[in-house]
């Protein structure tokens, strides 16, 4: 059973960057088809797409994200981590990382086959 765990600073404070792990335990991330992805959900503007990094490790992004977002991966770890610079309190949401077979699922949370938990990543002095 694949499982997915974010992990990283619950606080940080505003202009620096962000960085969010998510741990993949079950399977690999290099197996074929899939795809791992960051989104994101505050009570302001609900579900959000960062970006996503492919099978084969192709990085790509929403048009609002892909100035400030940076998705990576280690093969060795299983792990892949979201990077965001120069954070505001409007980055201030639950960070989820997800997996699935699609390439373009983006904000529709059904497209995805597995989620982790979610972490609260707050932006404040």
């Known amino acids: 059973q694949v499982q997915l765990r974010e992990s990283g600073p619950g606080l940080v404070k505003p202009s620096q960057t962000l960085s969010l792990t998510c741990t993949v335990s079950?399977?690999?991330?290099?197996?074929?088809?899939?795809?791992w992805s960051w989104l994101r959900q505050s009570p302001g503007k609900g579900l959000e797409w960062i970006g996503s990094?492919?099978?084969?490790?192709?990085?790509y992004y929403s048009a609002s994200h892909q100035r400030r977002a940076s998705i990576s991966r280690d093969t060795i770890k299983n792990q892949f981590t979201l990077q965001l610079t120069s954070v505001t309190p409007e980055d201030t949401a639950v960070y989820y990382c997800?997996?699935?077979?699609?390439?373009?699922?983006?904000?529709?949370?059904?497209?995805?086959?597995?989620w982790g938990q979610g972490t609260q990543v707050t932006v404040s002095s």
């Open positions: 990094i492919s099978y084969w490790g192709n990085d």
């Open positions: 079950g399977g690999s991330i290099t197996a074929s088809n899939y795809y």
């Open positions: 997800t997996g699935g077979d699609k390439p373009s699922a983006g904000a529709n949370w059904d497209a995805y086959d597995y």
